[in-house]
């Protein structure tokens, strides 16, 4: 799965010059929380509602509400984005997009086509292909368990769960206890939880969970 698959478009962008208390309502009428900053068709930055939610005139605390909200007015996007920003391609694949994220502490990515900004890629984005990976939107018997870091252990669990008939709509592995195990996250259609328990416990280390999900 690559970014260009999952992101956002067409992007709601804003300019630099733009005041932040406007930058600010026009998040909340979108209900969008970061955007590109756009100058003359080149990104220049990138602002989140953080950002100018955090913006406010230093010397606030001793300034009327009138005052306050006129130095308010003066802020403008330039003064509180994000300048040395970090972009993806269309053609980045999505864990890449994500390690990015997480490094670098961010909620969001533009996504570039050369110069040119055709569409971001955000944290909500990477929430919503989590689900479909974990098929949280399906109900089945949805199963946690540890296998050995061992060749042929994973074709053996899937051969035994299709020869029964049974379907994965579901499958996801991530590090286990210990170098020596992985633990499994998956979901099956057409069979009963017992069926699937007994099938499986003679092929993994251990079963940590296993239920009927609704959906």
Do not use: C
């Amino acid at each position: 799965m690559l970014v260009g698959e999952r992101m956002s478009h067409p992007v709601i962008s804003i300019s630099p010059d733009m005041p932040v208390v406007d930058a600010l309502n026009l998040m909340k009428r979108e209900k969008i929380r970061r955007t590109p900053v756009i100058k003359d068709d080149r990104l220049v930055g990138i602002v989140s509602d953080k950002d100018l939610l955090n913006a406010s005139p230093s010397p606030a605390t001793s300034l009327s509400v009138w005052e306050i909200n006129y130095l308010l007015s003066k802020i403008t996007v330039h003064e509180v984005m994000t300048k040395n920003v970090l972009t993806v391609t269309e053609d980045t694949p999505i864990e890449e997009a994500a390690r990015i994220m997480v490094d670098n502490k961010i909620g969001g990515l533009p996504v570039m086509q050369e110069e040119m900004l055709v569409g971001i890629i955000t944290e909500t984005d990477l929430f919503k292909v989590f689900l479909e990976l974990m098929g949280a939107r399906k109900p089945g018997v949805r199963v946690t368990a540890y296998i050995p870091e061992q060749r042929g252990v994973l074709a053996s669990l899937t051969k035994a769960i299709a020869s029964a008939g049974g379907n994965f709509i579901a499958f996801g592995q991530f590090r286990g206890d210990d170098p020596s195990n992985w633990m499994l996250t998956f979901k099956v259609e057409g069979l009963d939880e017992q069926t699937v328990k007994d099938l499986i416990e003679p092929i993994v280390l251990r079963i940590s969970d296993i239920r009927i999900t609704p959906r």
